[in-house]
């Protein structure tokens, strides 16, 4: 931008000529007021991203648990903040693909929800919550809200009802009015919806069903 200077190569901070605030080199990264040398923080991270056991981190490096786990949430948080600043922009889906997964841990299982835009294979966010049920599928819906431009719109989801649900309640702009009150709700146009239930024969998969719903004017079709 042109408005950033060198305060101090020394403490590697910087100056903004605008409000002639100084900030460090680190700022806004999950090494911002950190002591620990960032190589020991990146392979840690990485450690962890790849499964590693926190007890087997802590062993092999002679590191606190709670310094792990803070340096975890950080890179966490900042992951966040970076797929909200770069994903989570309006943009022409096309298609999105959803699916979930059940994850067992320590202590009891999860369920996943994740979705993707299947030209781009872009992939648009993920939710974690103790149960598959609607409000899984409602928490994904949002992100995916949030990705998308009000365009025509096609999610390939399996048979679970609650899919249909979420994307009903959540795909609706205002219809402008000229009295007061709430303003009543529409679905987007064009926004469809393929269920590929699977059949089952003898814990082998025979054949699934297309199910498409078109939801702005609740009209189905099976194939």
Known sequence: MGNISVHSLKERRYVCDVC????AASKGSIFYRLR???ELVILVVTLLAYGCPVQAIVAAFGLDERTVSDWQA???QHCRQVHEHLVQQPRDLGQVQRDEIRVKKQGGIVWMASAIQVSTRLWLGGVIHAHRDGQLMAALVGKIRACALCRPLLFCTDGFKAYVQAIRATFREALPRRQPGRCRLRPWDHLC???VIKQY????VVGPICQFCHLANSCWRRR
Not at 20 to 23: A, D, E, I, R, W
Not at 201 to 204: C, L, Q, V, W
């Open 74 to 76: 950080r890179a966490g």
């Open 201 to 204: 024969a003898r814990e082998h």
């Open 20 to 23: 002639k605030q100084t900030f």
């Open 193 to 195: 919806i393929a269920q």
């Open 36 to 38: 620990s040398v960032q």
